[in-house]
C-alpha cells in the first residue's frame, strides 16, 4: 500500500506542537484592519487551539 500523502491546504493552515495539539490562526486578521480596534487586532493576532471534534480530521489531513 502507497503511504499517504499530505494534505498540502491543509499543512499550510494547521501546525502541530510539540505535545500533539493542533495549532490555527484566527480569522478576520488579513485586511480591512483600519476599522477595527488595536485590542481585537492583538487578540487575532494569536493562534487557538482547534476543536476537539475537527482535530481528528485534521490530524489525517496531516498524515500523522
Do not use: C, Q, W, Y
Request: no cysteine; aromatic share 2%; charged share 40%.
Amino acid at each position: 500500500m502507497p503511504k499517504m500523502k499530505t494534505h498540502r491546504g491543509a499543512a499550510k493552515r494547521f501546525r502541530k506542537t510539540g505535545t500533539g495539539k493542533i495549532r490555527r490562526r484566527k480569522a478576520n486578521d488579513n485586511h480591512l484592519a483600519a476599522h477595527k480596534s488595536s485590542r481585537r487586532l492583538r487578540r487575532l493576532r494569536k493562534t487557538v487551539e482547534v476543536s476537539k471534534a475537527d482535530a481528528k480530521k485534521i490530524t489525517r489531513l496531516l498524515g500523522s
